[in-house]
């Protein structure tokens, strides 16, 4: 068994079905809140608002336990991520514990970022940042591994490792670069400078900003329609949106055809269809 489930004191087949309740129940981790919103849409929450919600290697180890359940729970359609704290999503990697690693134990605090937001981005479902305050470093990483984000209007988005005197770490070069382009990837990378939440809506990085109070909400009422839909057609447009974007559009039209293809063997497919034909709402399964 999973030593990840193990911790949480699940087994595999407790996560199969109705599994985020259990998750929820059982959850012990220390940094990191996850709770349910309404029908499969579920909430995680950084929890460290006395250092900003700074990532340690501790948090990454509970998201990526986090991440791991979310993967396996059938009832959970979209995840909504977000940090405690009106003045933070995440300020970043926490300094504190960065300014005590060596070299190598600093190549491994990125390889373990990396291969949690890597995590994120390959999760089966969609997940949906709402960006509360601070996404710096670390939190802008977060955030970019999401499949989108929305912002508050008191959202700061930056890459200031340059402050530091070292580089992004969780894929920050590579993330903003694709998103905002490679001219002002550039310029914010070696600036470091923050840009607000309109400056961010502008560039393509979130899609919508939202008053602070209502930023919860106005997740909710986009996960609640992602989550009405087919969860299958969902998950496989997220897989043909991650995957088909690193390939040339030759091959990512052919991946296109064979997904197509096989959401024509679907029971929501029919359903999908039968009641179109039927001027009825469809039942997903
Ligand atoms: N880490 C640890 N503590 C942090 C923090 C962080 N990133 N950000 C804030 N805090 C703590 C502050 O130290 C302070 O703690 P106390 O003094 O109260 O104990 C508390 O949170 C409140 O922060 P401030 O008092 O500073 O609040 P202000 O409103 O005045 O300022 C701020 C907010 C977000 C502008 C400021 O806190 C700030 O500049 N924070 C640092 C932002 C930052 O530089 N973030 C990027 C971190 S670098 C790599 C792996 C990973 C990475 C890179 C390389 N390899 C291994 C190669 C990733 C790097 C990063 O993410």
Not at 62 to 83: F, K, N, P, S, Y
Not at 153 to 165: C, K, S, W, Y
Request: with cysteine.
């Amino acid at each position: 068994m999973n030593s990840q489930v193990q911790a949480a004191g699940l087994t595999l087949a407790e996560l199969s079905t109705k599994a985020a309740e259990k998750i929820v129940e059982h959850n012990s981790w220390q940094n990191i809140l996850l709770e349910q919103q309404s029908d499969g849409v579920y909430l995680l929450t950084v929890n460290r608002p006395k250092v900003l919600n700074a990532l340690n290697a501790e948090t990454l180890a509970e998201l990526d336990q986090v991440l791991d359940m979310v993967a396996r729970a059938t009832d959970i359609r979209v995840l909504l991520i977000t940090g405690a704290s009106e003045k933070a999503f995440v300020a970043g990697a926490d300094i504190a514990h960065m300014s005590k690693l060596t070299a190598l134990e600093g190549k491994y605090f990125a390889e373990q970022g990396m291969a949690v937001f890597r995590k994120l981005e390959n999760l089966p479902v969609p997940a949906i940042a709402l960006v509360n305050g601070y996404a710096l470093g670390g939190g802008c990483e977060l955030a970019m591994s999401c499949d989108f984000i929305l912002a508050a209007e008191n959202a700061r988005f930056g890459q200031p490792e340059v402050n530091l005197g070292v580089t992004p770490g969780f894929g920050g070069s590579q993330r903003l670069t694709r998103l905002v382009g490679r001219g002002m990837a550039m310029e914010l990378l070696t600036t470091g400078r923050m840009m607000n939440a309109e400056e961010a809506l502008q560039r393509g990085l979130a899609n919508h900003v939202y008053p602070q109070g209502e930023l919860l909400t106005e997740g909710n009422k986009l996960a609640e329609q992602i989550a009405s839909k087919s969860r299958t057609a969902v998950q496989l447009t997220k897989q043909l949106v991650q995957r088909g974007q690193d390939l040339d559009l030759d091959n990512a039209c052919v991946m296109e055809s064979d997904v197509f293809g096989l959401s024509f063997s679907t029971a929501d497919r029919h359903e999908g269809m039968s009641a179109f034909l039927e001027g009825r709402k469809p039942e997903f399964s």
